[in-house]
């Protein structure tokens, strides 16, 4: 592989076609993005703001920040400007006396209730207020926003550990436990640590938080009769149902890089490599599309179709109607996870895998009406409008993981 050539590649990428885009959906009056937008790219339909996007959009502002020397030609004066107003929108708007992050707001900041009447409708907004914050603190060196991100961090586990939390887009059927929760609190805590360690501080606490949540994941949700994550583990598993042998390919390979760098900063990579290793192949290989190409939505544990009993609920509907889907945000976290793999094990079916990924996505996602991607597909890679999370385009998977992706290839430039 020419690293250098293929970090041109990222580089353009990132400078020519994504920023560009989504800096002309900015809000320049109160702070944030708008990101309430037709899956082809090309129509806003409202300018309320989810709070997950908002959190999102200021990690990724901060990470061009971070990474300046890499992007000649990018609008740095509005990246400064919009990550600033997004950072005083998050900290004026987003949570209330005990650090709960809201859901949605309107355009000012008004807060919006949901169906249920409730604001606070998922923890995962919290976790992404936590993201931006901490690496807007991280790149400004403005530690009081940091402190900040830490109140929420603390304020989510403690909502965890008590539970009764919300987590729209999907609740987590009871009695089930979610892969979703431990994962998003690891990749949470990652950049959390990030920022503090940047500051110099002390860190212990928070790696002791991440250990027990990949404890969680590989003693609840890992599988070692098919080597895959359970996307839901119920106290009396029963793989007559859909629920217990479902798997989310996807939410499997983006998690497997938050273990990587989880387990490569506390020093104990070598010793799960192999085992990770071994999820990887396996998830990908009973996931993807041999004869359209392209990763399946969902899977069952033995390959193909996900089958089982269910209860008629309306994540099980979700499972059954859009399991053979192509969505965008996979495909961008294999290109990172693969080439990650490639470079740590000099295992050369990782690059294959990466350059079979490379030619499916570049194939198949980017949009000919603007420069972004068309995020969601069908089965045989056609445009599909149906909403299959939030309903918004979010300016999150495909620029953390090109972003990702210049940063590795620098650091093997000379492979």
């Not at 037709?38 to 908002?54: E, F, M, P, R, V």
């Not at 003693?219 to 359970?230: A, G, K, P, Q, V």
């Not at 990466?354 to 420069?371: A, H, L, M, R």
Request: glycine share 6%.
């Amino acid at each position: 592989m020419d690293t250098s050539e293929k970090k041109k590649f990222y580089i353009s990428q990132i400078e020519d076609r994504f920023v560009p885009y989504w800096l002309s959906f900015i809000d320049d009056e109160h702070g944030g993005i708008y990101t309430s937008i037709s899956n082809d790219g090309n129509t806003l339909y409202s300018k309320d703001k989810y709070i997950w996007s908002q959190g999102r959009w200021l990690y990724i502002l901060s990470k061009l920040i971070e990474m300046k020397r890499f992007f000649k030609s990018l609008d740095y004066e509005r990246i400064f400007g919009n990550a600033s107003m997004t950072a005083s929108f998050l900290i004026s708007h987003s949570f209330d006396s005990d650090y709960c992050t809201v859901f949605r707001t309107k355009d000012d900041g008004t807060w919006v209730k949901d169906d249920d009447g409730d604001y606070y409708s998922s923890i995962y907004a919290d976790a992404f207020s936590v993201i931006g914050l901490a690496e807007y603190s991280k790149v400004t060196r403005d530690r009081s926003i940091g402190l900040t991100s830490e109140k929420i961090m603390d304020s989510m586990l403690r909502r965890i550990d008590q539970g009764g939390y919300k987590t729209a887009p999907y609740e987590i059927p009871s009695p089930y436990n979610s892969h979703g929760i431990p994962m998003i609190i690891i990749s949470t805590l990652r950049v959390l640590s990030s920022m503090k360690e940047s500051f110099s501080e002390d860190v212990s606490r928070l790696y002791r938080e991440e250990k027990k949540y990949l404890d969680l994941i590989f003693s609840l949700h890992y599988d070692r009769e098919t080597n895959l994550i359970r996307e839901y583990v119920s106290p009396s598993p029963d793989y007559s149902r859909l629920l217990d042998r479902h798997i989310n390919p996807g939410h499997t390979l983006e998690d497997a890089w938050f273990w990587i760098e989880s387990m490569e900063s506390q020093g104990v990579l070598s010793e799960n490599i192999a085992l990770i290793s071994d999820i990887i192949k396996k998830t990908f290989d009973i996931s993807w599309d041999n004869e359209y190409g392209g990763l399946f939505r969902f899977v069952d544990r033995k390959g193909g179709k996900p089958k089982g009993k269910t209860n008629g609920s309306s994540y099980e509907c979700l499972v059954k109607e859009t399991w053979n889907m192509k969505l965008w945000w996979p495909h961008s976290e294999m290109l990172y996870l693969f080439l990650k793999m490639f470079f740590l094990t000099g295992d050369d079916e990782y690059l294959s895998l990466y350059k079979k990924v490379e030619e499916y996505t570049f194939s198949t996602f980017p949009s000919d009406k603007n420069t972004e991607w068309v995020q969601i597909r069908n089965r045989k890679g056609e445009e599909d409008d149906r909403v299959v999370a939030l309903p918004v385009k979010d300016p999150f998977h495909i620029l953390r993981d090109f972003l990702k992706i210049v940063m590795l290839l620098e650091e093997h430039d000379a492979y």
